[in-house]
């Protein structure tokens, strides 16, 4: 039984292909994961300025609280 030469090259086509898309699929998982990573650095960094922000008023208000006595 003898390989038609067409049939192997499709057979390469093929593999080809299927490597190509899973290629495909780790780049897409790589961009998602550092999509995920920017998103949680900005989530962090709001958290943060909220944190600060919030000693900050506290500061204030203690501040009035012990002056105003």
Do not use: C, G, N
């Not at 495909?24 to 709001?46: F, G, M, P, Y």
Request: charged residues 45%.
């Amino acid at each position: 039984m003898t390989h038609r030469p067409d049939l192997r090259i499709d057979m390469e086509k093929e593999q080809q292909m299927s490597l190509l898309s899973i290629e495909l699929s780790q780049e897409r998982i790589r961009d998602a994961e550092r999509e995920a990573t920017r998103r949680r650095d900005v989530a962090q960094v709001r958290a943060m300025r909220r944190a600060r922000r919030d000693a900050e008023v506290t500061a204030v208000r203690l501040r009035r609280l012990l002056t105003t006595r």
